[in-house]
């Protein structure tokens, strides 16, 4: 349905009087969108081909995936090496930031957030750019299904790693220092040093407009081109929350890392933590060995609990279980409520899930949102209301529950893997 719109899109720019600069640029991860017979590849090549000057699809392929290792590796386990994992919509000035992907079940019954950012072309701007850096350092799919690299670039696992990771960091780089200058520049306009505030400042030049109450922070993690914004400003943000503040953090697939544990762990501010129960876990009743999936979360999750137990800080850090008959859960993200505050000034919304992936293997970005807004404030609160209505707290006897019984192989094997998944 999805492929259809566009093609009937992009058939009535062909159609117009007047010619039509419409493009159409799509970028998805290669093991992922390749696997199986019928797959967002194959649903997307009538497009390429019946547009060719129109559409571009970039397959992003992880570095870390070849030689010997890509050949064995089947698919579905190939795809736990690294993947492209971003998830933003763009369409002119307007932006879609989500942790969901295009498949039916996000419109149907799989809970995840999503954000609409409307009429805001500077942060269409930057993850347009942000897109086309990472596509030009991606495999680009041909009307032949086949797929070559943009004429200049290293290939990404036939090429020199370390060259190829070098290449693409600096491409994608430059469009973050880009950003980084313009929004410098933004503040200092907004913020000057002299005697008047921004809103006298405004006023005094004749200026209408608003002086801005919400922020919107662009943060990009792809530690295999060694870029970490986003695991630094995530690690301030759980370094630096006070006393009396309060932390509520999702995530569809709980598997911390160690650092973000320890951070939990070892500061002062409330933690209420919500994550899938097993029934809500995407891989539930999965065929194989996927299928276990659901159980090493569950030894992960009484790991924790029980060390937040050992600390004796069960009443500053509470674990939550989301559950709704027939759905899934692949919620993430975090909102930030200062000491004192009845509504969060802050939320990260996007595709990391705050586990080892998102951090080292996968290519992530997700926005900082900080407002001064009551009215955002006020919806932000709502949001995080209704994901944790539906929940219940953790406690021993939730580890008594039928199905909750983990196998011993599972507990041994899942050390191994935990970095993986």
């Not at 797959?39 to 970039?58: A, G, K, Y």
């Not at 662009?218 to 932390?247: H, N, S, Y």
């Not at 004192?340 to 595709?351: F, H, K």
Request: net charge neutral; with cysteine.
């Amino acid at each position: 349905m999805k492929v259809d719109c566009l093609e009937s899109t992009l058939e009535k720019s062909l159609q117009a009087k007047c010619p039509s600069d419409l493009k159409v640029s799509i970028l998805l991860d290669f093991m992922r969108g390749s696997r199986g017979r019928k797959n967002s590849r194959t649903m997307l090549l009538p497009l390429l081909q019946r547009f060719p000057e129109q559409v571009r699809v970039s397959l992003f392929h992880t570095p870390n995936l070849r030689g010997l290792l890509r050949l064995l590796m089947p698919e579905r386990f190939n795809e736990t090496i690294g993947l492209q994992h971003i998830k933003v919509y763009l369409f002119d000035d307007n932006v879609i930031l989500s942790g969901a992907n295009l498949s039916d079940s996000y419109f149907t019954n799989r809970q995840d957030r999503y954000v609409f950012l409307q009429d805001c072309p500077d942060v269409a701007d930057f993850f347009t750019e942000l897109v086309d850096a990472v596509g030009d350092v991606s495999l680009q799919l041909q009307g032949d299904d086949t797929v070559q690299v943009v004429e200049g670039m290293v290939h990404p696992y036939k090429g020199d790693r370390a060259a190829y990771c070098e290449a693409a960091n600096a491409r994608v780089m430059g469009v973050i220092n880009a950003a980084r200058t313009r929004q410098q520049m933004l503040h200092a306009q907004t913020f000057h040093s002299d005697s008047l505030g921004p809103r006298e400042d405004a006023a005094a030049a004749g200026d209408r407009r608003p002086a801005p109450d919400t922020w919107i922070y662009p943060l990009v993690q792809m530690k295999p081109f060694e870029i970490r914004i986003d695991e630094a400003v995530t690690a301030a943000l759980l370094t630096e929350a006070e006393c009396g503040a309060r932390v509520y953090l999702t995530t569809g697939y709980f598997n911390l890392t160690q650092a973000y544990m320890d951070l939990v762990l070892g500061t002062r501010a409330e933690y209420q933590i919500l994550l899938a129960s097993p029934e809500v876990n995407g891989f539930f009743g999965a065929k194989g060995v996927a299928g276990a999936i659901p159980a090493a979360y569950v030894h992960i999750e009484r790991q924790f609990y029980q060390e937040v137990c050992s600390l004796g800080q069960q009443e500053r850090v509470q674990l939550q279980e989301y559950w709704r008959r027939d759905w899934t859960f692949h919620a993430k993200g975090l909102w930030l409520y200062l000491a004192g505050s009845g509504l969060p000034c802050l939320t990260l919304i996007g595709s990391p899930n705050f586990g080892y992936r998102s951090v080292h293997r996968d290519l992530e970005a997700q926005i900082a949102i900080v407002t001064e807004s009551q009215a955002l404030q006020q919806q932000l609160h709502q949001e995080q209301a209704q994901l944790y209505l539906r929940s219940g707290v953790v406690s021993p006897a939730t580890f008594q529950q039928p199905g909750r019984q983990v196998k011993l192989w599972v507990k041994m094997v899942t050390p191994l893997i935990k970095n993986f998944f």
